[in-house]
Structure formats: C-alpha cells, structure tokens
C-alpha cells in the first residue's frame, strides 16, 4: 500500500493517478493507493507532476481492510 498526503490548502490532480493502483481510496486527509509494489507506485506518482507532502509504503493495517469492506472509517 501507498499512502500519500497532499497539503490541504492544494487540490491534487487525482486523476494522474489512474492506472498505477488495483484501487484508489481518496480519504479526507489521504489517498491511499492498493498495489503490490508500493515503491514503483511513489515513484510513478512523482513522474506524473504530483508532489504530495508525504508518503509511506507499508503494509495494509486491519484499519484498511475495515475500510475497504465498509467504506467507513472506525471514528464514523
């Protein structure tokens, strides 16, 4: 998993993301990027103009499986 954060006061262009992920979870202060390799995805995401303030590579957390089966988050 790719997890990336955009500054708020910025308006990302999401749509540059297409293709690089199995799926793409826009959240309110991240977008989460589901793929198998999370480092060729950030890399990607660079080459396509976006700059997001941060990025992590990780695994997916019970948090996100959550999320993906239910499309809410555990604070809702």
């Not at 708020?8 to 989460?32: F, Q, Y």
């Not at 700059?51 to 948090?63: D, K």
């Amino acid at each position: 998993m790719l997890e990336l954060r955009f500054p708020i006061d910025s308006t990302p262009a999401l749509d540059k993301l297409d293709g690089l992920a199995d799926r793409i979870e826009v959240l309110p202060d991240r977008v989460l990027l589901y793929t198998d390799d999370g480092e060729a995805a950030a890399v990607a995401v660079h080459s396509r103009g976006l700059q997001p303030e941060s990025s992590l590579v990780r695994r997916s957390t019970l948090e996100d499986v959550f999320l993906r089966l239910t499309g809410r988050s555990l604070i809702e």
